[in-house]
């Protein structure tokens, strides 16, 4: 029984250490992409219309959304347009992975804007499909917002944006998702 005790709690501090693991700050992301480190591919999974309006990074290897925004379906109860997951995600992230002559067992790191809503989640359903070292950048592309004073609701705090780290309002047409190029 105490064996059995052993082996149960070192199973839940693998699981644990496992889970810790799929998050990574946006200034290591970049230190990885700044080394040319062989073995790592960055993905920007947001819709390249948020893109459009919210900024770039260069650093990014490619765009490759995990939601894609459906603007012929209006959601009445959330004030916002339907979101569905892109149907080819893995099978885009497999392409870019060949593109780079990657495997499977590559690190993959996600960045969405917030780094919650599609960054962790995206990174989640690549380890699921077969992707055990998909990441994610913790408070994602813009960071997270201010709580109180002037600028409270702006997002201002911690990300890849306000970690003083390359951006650019403008969109690098080799790299962002394009239907036209499909």
């Known amino acids: 029984m105490k064996k ?3 082996a149960v709690a070192i199973g839940f501090a693998s699981l644990t250490a496992h889970a810790a693991d799929i998050g990574i700050s946006a200034t290591d992301t970049y230190a ?3 080394k040319a480190e062989p073995n790592v591919l960055l993905i920007d999974v947001r819709d ?6 919210v900024g770039f990074s260069d650093a990014v290897h490619a765009n490759v959304p995990f939601m894609l925004v459906d603007r012929t379906q209006w959601n009445a109860e959330k004030g916002v347009f339907r979101l569905y997951r892109n149907p080819d995600f893995v ?6 992975l060949a593109k780079r002559g990657l495997s499977a067992d590559a690190e993959i790191i996600t960045m969405c804007r917030s780094g919650s809503e599609r960054g962790e989640p995206s990174a989640a359903f690549l380890r699921e499909s077969g992707f055990a070292n998909a990441r994610y950048v913790i408070n994602g592309f813009q960071g997270d917002a201010i709580k109180e004073g002037s600028q409270a609701g702006f997002r201002l705090k911690n990300g890849w944006q306000n ?4 951006w650019s309002p403008k969109m690098n047409a080799d790299k962002v998702y394009r239907i036209d190029h499909r």
């Open 4 to 6: 059995l005790l052993i």
């Open 163 to 166: 970690s003083g780290l390359p």
């Open 32 to 34: 990885k992409i700044q």
């Open 91 to 96: 099978n885009q992230v497999k392409l870019e």
């Open 48 to 53: 390249p219309v948020e893109i459009m309006f």
